[in-house]
């Protein structure tokens, strides 16, 4: 599902159930540090999960269509700022 390379995770949902994609999304984007990027793979134009982001996480990601169907959308997202990980970690992650 996931491999990391060069600060970059990749994360193929297409295969994923719909009800854990979004879960699994956003676990990922909310572990990502500083300049770390997520390359999304799925099966529909993803734009409900960029207006989220915009948002929900204003200015913490950046965003760029790597390709654009009509069957597969490849989505670079970049994590910007970290403003805390919630998990208790005491790290300024």
């Known amino acids: 599902m996931t491999a990391v390379e060069d600060h970059v995770l990749k ?5 994923v159930p719909r009800v854990e994609r979004h879960p699994r999304i956003f ?7 500083p300049d770390y990027q997520l390359i999304l793979t799925v099966d529909h134009d993803p734009v409900p999960l960029y207006y989220h982001l915009e948002t929900h996480y204003d200015g913490m990601f950046g965003w760029e269509y790597l390709s654009r169907g009509p069957e597969i959308w490849e989505v670079r997202i970049r994590r910007k700022k ?12």
């Open 27 to 33: 676990g990922m984007l909310n572990s990502l540090l």
């Open 11 to 15: 994360l193929d949902v297409r295969e």
């Open 82 to 93: 970290h403003e805390g990980c919630n998990c208790n970690c005491g790290g300024d992650h």
